[in-house]
C-alpha cells in the first residue's frame, strides 16, 4: 500500500479498529493528508439514513453503485454517507452491514466507501438510545436474549419491573455489547472520520461552525475518534458539542449574516463548497449561499412521512455537482428564486404522487407572487 509509513501503521495498531472488517481501511487516506483525496473522478454523497435500509439501496443503485444484490459496482468511485445512518427507523444494522460489505468491495476496486460520523452514530457508542427504534433492538436479539436480559434484572432488582422490562427489550444488552466503545459496530464507527475533503469539496455530517473555522481535518477526526474509544474524554469535547462538526445547524438554518463565516471555512479549508446531511429542509438536494453549502439531507428514511425518498448528490471530474433525483440527472438551481422553483417542479415531477415537495412548491410560489 502506498504512502502507508509507520505513524500510519502505528495508528492502526493503537486504535484497536484493525481487526474489524473494513475498520482498517478508515486509516488508508491515499494522500499525504489524514481526511483529504485529490484527483478523485466520481463523488456521490448521500444523505441521512435513519434505520432505512430500503431506501439506502435504492438510493445506491439510482447511482450505479450497487447490483440488485447489494455488491459494488462503481468502480473507482468515492461514496460518501455523511453519518445518520442509525436510529428512528428499523433497520440500521442491516444498513451498516451493507455500507460495511461495500467498504470493503470498493477498496478491492479502487474506489472507496466513507461513511462519515453523524451525531447519531456517536449517540450510539456513548449510550444517548433516545431515537434509538425497537426494530433496532429487535435486530441483535437472539437465541439467548431472554435469559441475558433475566440475568440483568436480577442484578439490578428495580422497583417496577415492568417499566424495566419495557426500557430494556430483548435485543437491548446485546446492542450495547456490539454498539458500545469495544463493540464490532461500536469499533466500526469511531475507525471512520467526521470530517473529510475530496478535491474541493469538504464533506461532513453537521457543519462547520465559527468556533471550528480554523480547526484542522484531522485534529477534528482525532478527537472524535478519541471521545468514542474513551467515553471518559466526552465531557467537554467534540463530539458532543453543538456547535461541532457532528451537531451544528447553522450551515443549513441560519441567516445570510453567515455568509462571512462560510467565506472563511471555505478559505481556511481550501474548498469550493461545504456538503451536509443532518438538517431535513426538503425533500431534494438544495443549496444555500451562492451554492457555497449544498444540503443532502432529503428526509431518505420513510420514517418521516411515509414516502420513500431517492436523491443524492453527484459530483464528475471536479465539474459543478448536480443532484440525482430518482436516478434522473437535475442541475442544481442558481438562486432562491425561479430557478429553485423550476428545480423543485422537476424534481417532484419525477416523484409518485403526491410528491413530498408540493408543499414547498406551494410556499416558494406564494413568496415569488409577492415580489
Known sequence: MKHLTFAWLAAILWSGVGTQPGAAAAYYRGAPDP???TNVERVVAIGDIHGDYDQLAATLKSAGLIDDQGNWTGGKAHLVQVGDVLDRGPDSRKAMDLLM???????EAGGYVHALIGNHEAMNV???LRYTSAGDFAAFRDENSEKLRETELKKEHPAD??????????????????MGPGGYYGKWIAGHDAVIKINDSLFLHGGISPKYASTKIPEMNRRVREELEDLNKLNGGIAR??????????????????APVVDKVRKNFGVERIVVGHTYATAAITSRFDGKVILIDVGLSRVYDGIGKVACLVIDNGKPPYALHRGTRLELPTDAGTNLLRYLKQAAALDPPPSPLLARIGELEAKLATK
Open 35 to 37: 481526511g483529504v483525496w
Open 101 to 107: 460489505r461495500i467498504e470493503k468491495q470498493a477498496q
Open 126 to 128: 456513548y449510550g444517548d
Open 161 to 178: 419491573a415492568a417499566q424495566w422490562l419495557a426500557q430494556h427489550p430483548l435485543g437491548y444488552f446485546e446492542h450495547r455489547r456490539e
Open 241 to 258: 458539542d453543538m456547535d461541532g462538526p457532528l451537531w451544528y445547524r447553522g450551515l443549513a438554518q441560519g441567516d445570510d449574516s453567515l
